[in-house]
């Protein structure tokens, strides 16, 4: 489906404009993947371009690797185990790790779109040091990386009181697994909040400030008007409001798994009580009918006005 929409976008833009954008090389892979990752990452570029107002590389090499070694010192530094690809923007290059690369949580061009975001942020800041959490929210809110996962990882983390200081996610690369996907979480939402809050200007002034050699403090205080301590507290503010259990009550898959569990629960009540009941008619039954007659008034008690003990009886056994 995502290629088809790729396919339509192309014939919009036409061939002419991506033509003016990033050439790619691939290292390795099959033909056939590589043709379509060329696709995706040709548009993916077009919107980059637009986005952050930047020029990208004219050359940009993809290098599909196997080992963590390979990885490694492709990437010039350890790449954790859970790494499915990584950007190098010094070199531009976006490293691919195999079989990783065909099961990553979205779709391979997720995956891309993510990897090339962060070689255009990099572009944009003129190589100059940007937080983590600006570098990793911005290329997972650019691929769209947020399903239902990542609500139920920043709720809890709300719940357990965990959440992480924004400047602790720059260390994103030593973290286990669960750990990152908190940061990453919360990176994406950090970048959702100053588009939603500040505009996508406020954004491009914040990577202005960045792109000058500002720190981190100074850069949200010039950039956005704000103390980098009055941010986070909103953000925060902003988490407590919008990403709670609450939300997951609203949230639609949310609703339909609560109510998945709240059927099973009701029919398991509703099973056990009929058990109950058989059993009790069962005993009943073995001390009121010693005869095994059911051809009398206990079977139509109706038919039998006058008797109201029978009445009442067969009533309460129902
Ligand atoms: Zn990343």
Do not use: C
């Amino acid at each position: 489906m995502k290629r088809v929409l790729l396919a339509i976008l192309i014939a919009i833009v036409g061939l002419p404009t991506i033509a003016n954008t990033s050439h790619f090389r691939f290292v390795d892979g099959n033909p056939r993947q590589n043709d379509q990752m060329r696709l995706i990452l040709d548009v993916a570029s077009l919107r980059l371009t637009k986005l952050l107002d930047v020029k990208l590389p004219d050359t940009l090499t993809v290098a599909i690797v196997e080992t963590q070694q390979q990885f490694d010192s492709l990437a010039g530094g350890r790449i954790p185990d859970w790494g499915a690809g990584a950007a190098v923007p010094a070199r531009d290059l976006i490293l691919l790790r195999r079989p990783m690369m065909n099961q990553y949580p979205g779709s391979l061009a997720d995956l891309l779109e993510h990897e090339l975001a962060h070689i255009a942020l990099h572009n944009r800041v003129n190589g100059k040091y940007v937080p983590r959490f600006i570098d990793e929210g911005f290329a997972s809110w650019f691929a769209g990386e947020w399903t239902f996962t990542n609500i139920t990882t920043v709720a809890s983390a709300q719940l357990t009181r965990s959440l992480l200081p924004l400047q602790k996610i720059d260390d994103v690369n030593s973290f286990h697994e669960a750990q990152a996907s908190l940061a990453y979480s919360q990176s994406y939402l950090v970048v959702f909040y100053i588009y939603q809050r500040f505009g996508e200007l406020g954004f491009l002034d914040l990577l202005d400030a960045f792109a000058s050699g500002k720190q981190v403090s100074d850069a949200f205080r010039i950039a956005l008007g704000v103390s980098f301590w009055d941010f986070e507290l909103n953000y925060r503010r902003f988490l407590a409001s919008n990403y709670t259990v609450f939300t997951i009550l609203s949230d639609t898959m949310g609703f339909w798994i609560i109510l998945a569990v709240v059927a099973v629960i009701g029919y398991l009540m509703v099973r056990k009580r009929k058990k109950d009941a058989l059993g009790r008619w069962k005993e009943e039954e073995k001390y009121e009918s010693t005869d095994f007659d059911y051809t009398g008034s206990d079977d139509e008690p109706w038919k039998n006005p006058t008797d109201n003990e029978d009445s009442e009886d067969f009533s309460s056994r129902r």
